[in-house]
C-alpha cells in the first residue's frame, strides 16, 4: 500500500500537535508539511527528530509539498476557506472543525462533488462519542423530553460544542420533542437553546476537556446517557482511521459513524 502524504492545518493548536504526534507515528502515513496562524519560521520539529516543512500560506505550501489529505482543526470560518483551496488541488480532507453550519457543510459537499475529491467531517472523533450518539438516537422514540449538558475549556470559541448541535439536529430530526415553555422568565435563554425541542446547556470552565450529557425525560422516569473525554489522545484512533480511509470514499461523508459502520 502506498504511503499517503498528509498535511496538518493548524498543527500547532492543542488538536494539530496531537495530530501530528499520532501522523508521525503511523507507518503507513507521512507527514509532508504543516501550517499556522503565526509564522513560527520555516519548519516543524517532530518528535522523531526530523523537520518538515511550516507556513502560514496554505496554497503555497499545497503547491511545495502534494499532500495525498489535508487534515483541518481550527474553526469552521477558516477551515471553509482552506477547504475551497484544497479542492482546487484535488486534495482529500479530514475535518474537524467545531460548528459547521447546514449552508457549510452543503458547500462542502458541492465541493467535494465537484472537484471528485473525499470530504469526511467527524464533530468528534471519539468512540465513545459516536456510541453515545448512536444510543441517544436509539432512545429517541421513546421519551418525549430530552437535554443536552455540554461543558468545554474556558478558551472554547464556540458555543454550543459541534458534536452537541449534531446530536441535536440527529434528535430532532424524527420527531418534535417537547419543551417546558416558562410563563415568565426571570432571566432571558434560562432554558438554553432549543432545536426542535431538544434544550442544549453549555459549560465553559477551566479544567473541562470535552464532556456531553443527554438526558432522556417521560412520565416518572429519566435516562442519562455521557461521555467524558480524558484526555486528546482518544480521538487519534479515528483521526487516523479518516486519513487511511478518505481518499477511498468520494463525496462528503459527515459522521466518525460512518466510517465505522455503527
Do not use: W
Request: aromatic share 4%; glycine share 10%; net charge negative.
Amino acid at each position: 500500500m502506498a504511503t499517503i502524504k498528509v498535511l496538518v492545518n493548524g498543527a500547532t493548536g492543542k488538536m494539530g500537535t496531537e495530530t501530528v504526534a499520532a501522523v508521525t507515528r503511523q507507518e503507513d502515513l507521512a507527514l509532508v508539511g504543516a501550517t499556522c496562524f503565526r509564522d513560527r519560521g520555516p519548519s516543524l520539529n517532530l518528535s522523531n527528530g526530523e523537520q518538515i516543512p511550516l507556513s502560514t500560506d496554505l496554497a503555497e505550501l499545497i503547491q511545495r509539498v502534494k499532500p495525498d489529505v489535508m487534515v483541518d482543526f481550527t474553526n469552521a470560518t477558516v477551515c471553509m476557506e482552506s477547504a475551497v483551496i484544497a479542492a482546487a488541488n484535488s486534495i482529500n480532507m479530514v475535518l474537524g472543525a467545531s460548528g459547521f453550519s447546514p449552508e457549510q457543510l452543503a458547500q462542502l459537499d458541492a465541493l467535494a462533488s465537484d472537484n471528485g475529491i473525499g470530504i469526511i467531517v467527524a464533530p468528534n472523533f471519539a468512540l465513545g462519542a459516536v456510541v453515545l450518539k448512536r444510543l441517544a438516537e436509539q432512545a429517541a422514540p421513546y421519551f418525549d423530553y430530552v437535554d443536552i449538558v455540554e461543558s468545554h475549556h474556558e478558551a472554547k470559541i464556540d458555543s454550543p460544542s459541534g458534536f452537541a448541535l449534531a446530536l441535536a439536529r440527529s434528535l430532532g430530526e424524527s420527531k418534535q420533542f417537547s419543551r417546558n415553555q416558562p410563563e415568565k422568565e426571570h432571566l432571558p435563554n434560562a432554558r438554553g437553546a432549543e432545536h426542535n425541542g431538544v434544550s442544549i446547556h453549555s459549560i465553559r470552565m477551566p479544567g473541562r476537556s470535552a464532556h456531553h450529557e443527554v438526558i432522556f425525560g417521560a412520565a416518572g422516569q429519566t435516562v442519562t446517557l455521557r461521555h467524558d473525554t480524558l484526555g486528546r489522545d482518544c480521538y487519534m484512533p479515528g483521526v487516523i482511521r479518516c486519513i487511511q480511509e478518505v481518499g477511498g470514499r468520494p463525496g462528503l461523508v459527515i459522521g466518525l459513524e460512518n466510517i465505522l459502520g455503527l
